[in-house]
């Protein structure tokens, strides 16, 4: 019978000579007692039987608070344990060398030129041998994905084991990353990541010459660019994952190659010469030696043709103390104008020009920053230019889904984010654009000249 049905009849019994006397409290008390015994008697047969329940595991374990001092020791030395346990599992040097030998051994004739072959089979027994540490590589997906057109069926030993070589260091690189996560959440706070950096300098032999006393500013540079492009958000934070995923820690790591060109050095974020050219011009700008720019200073970045409009945004937006800019917040900006092409710095100069904080640009955002080019025109002497052209000239190459308006994806989704906003807060810029005709054909008369001697 239903629990509900049995409360009801006991409710409705007749009132004998011993409830009369009974108050109405206490009536209350024995309707709650009655309510609790039937229900849960009612809720024990309809108990759920599944046992996977009973089993669920544990997916929430509390933080140690900062007061709590033994328990974050503790939290510390597991986490180091764990790394060295992990570290340990890895391949070391001799077991690569092992590795390579037991390849070179089974290799499957005939070769492609002088590049070596193995087959499933001979792949299976060097996996076999190899031992328990490299079981993970010797899959059948490992070898489909590095099989391509071979018409034997077998794949580069070179390839396979350069793969093997990524690996190991990605899992070293990860081991190494996750000792500076002081958190022990998988991601590094700017500080970690400067102290991380600044471990590593002495062993980078292209980092020598850099004094002492950069080293601070050298940390400074390096670290900015990771922040700049993988935290958008800026939360103050990054995901070891996403530092291991992009190519900066390759290009900070390129410098243990003592042989690394000077065309590679100029091209490297984190290559002293490039540290010490931002630096540098960052110096030269600071006329009043404050060590902070005004808007009056960073007019005369690069070829000192960015509009007072942009400028005055700029300071508008960023993070100034009293009026002037930062080294760190210089840095971003640096960023954000030699990479106009990736997300992040398109990212950045969008918020500049969005005037109106809507999300999109629109004619009046357009018009508001041209207007100014304009009046730069006319100081140095240029003909002036039709908004109406230049605005059409934006919106043909962009083609935003609103034909009104131009929103940041629309931008990046273009390829032609760097053009636009080149045009909108640089004279320079949209000189180079107006007359790009011109100077293409400039530079094949030139190269036909020299053809010619």
Not at 13 to 30: A, F, I, M, R, V
Not at 181 to 187: E, I, K, L, T
Not at 324 to 332: N, S
Request: proline content about 3%.
């Amino acid at each position: 019978m239903d629990w509900k049905e049995i409360l009801r009849r006991r409710l409705a019994t007749p009132n004998t000579g011993t409830n009369k006397k009974k108050s109405e409290q206490e009536l209350k008390d024995e309707e709650m007692d009655l309510f609790t015994k039937y229900y849960s008697e009612w809720k024990g047969d309809r108990k759920n039987t599944n046992e996977f329940y009973k089993t669920i595991p544990r997916f929430y374990y509390r933080l140690p608070a900062e007061d709590e001092v033994l328990l974050q020791k503790l939290r510390e030395e597991s986490r180091a344990v764990f790394l060295q346990r992990k570290s340990r599992e890895l391949l070391d040097n001799e077991e690569l060398q092992n590795l390579w030998f037991l390849l070179d051994k089974h290799q499957t004739p005939p070769m492609i030129g002088e590049e070596a072959m193995i087959n499933y089979e001979n792949f299976l027994k060097v996996g076999e041998k190899a031992g328990p540490k490299c079981k993970q590589f010797f899959t059948a997906k490992v070898f489909a994905k590095l099989l391509h057109t071979d018409s034997y069926g077998r794949i580069s030993i070179m390839q396979f084991f350069n793969y093997v070589m990524r690996k190991v260091w990605l899992h070293q690189t990860r081991i190494g990353l996750s000792l500076y996560d002081v958190a022990g959440q998988g991601y590094l706070r700017e500080s970690d990541l400067e102290n991380y950096i600044l471990e590593l300098i002495p062993t980078l032999p292209q980092l020598d010459g850099l004094e002492k006393s950069f080293y601070s500013f050298y940390v400074c540079t390096a670290v900015r660019k990771f922040f700049f492009f993988l935290d958008p958000l800026r939360t103050g934070k990054i995901k070891i994952q996403d530092i291991l995923a992009c190519s900066f820690l390759d290009d900070l790591l390129e410098l243990r190659d003592e042989e690394l060109s000077k065309e590679s050095q100029e091209t490297n974020w984190f290559s002293a010469p490039s540290a010490l050219r931002v630096y540098g011009q960052y110096l030269n700008l600071d006329k009043d030696h404050n060590g902070m720019l005004s808007k009056e200073e960073l007019s005369r970045y690069g070829t000192a043709t960015m509009t007072n409009v942009f400028l005055d945004r700029v300071f508008q937006e960023c993070l100034t103390y009293d009026g002037e800019m930062d080294y760190k917040t210089y840095l971003d900006f640096v960023l954000a104008l030699e990479n106009r092409k990736e997300p992040a710095a398109l990212q950045y100069i969008f918020k500049l020009l969005d005037i109106e904080n809507k999300g999109y640009l629109n004619v009046f955002s357009l018009n508001y920053f041209f207007r100014a080019i304009q009046e730069l025109m006319k100081i140095h002497g240029q003909d002036p230019v039709s908004f109406q052209d230049v605005k059409d000239e934006i919106f043909d190459m962009v083609k935003p889904k609103d034909p009104l308006k131009i929103s940041l994806q629309d931008l990046i989704n273009s390829n032609q984010g760097d053009t636009v906003t080149t045009i909108l807060i640089d004279l320079n810029g949209f000189w180079t654009y107006e007359n790009r005709e011109a100077l293409v054909a400039n530079d094949n008369e030139n190269s036909a000249d020299l053809d010619d001697t």
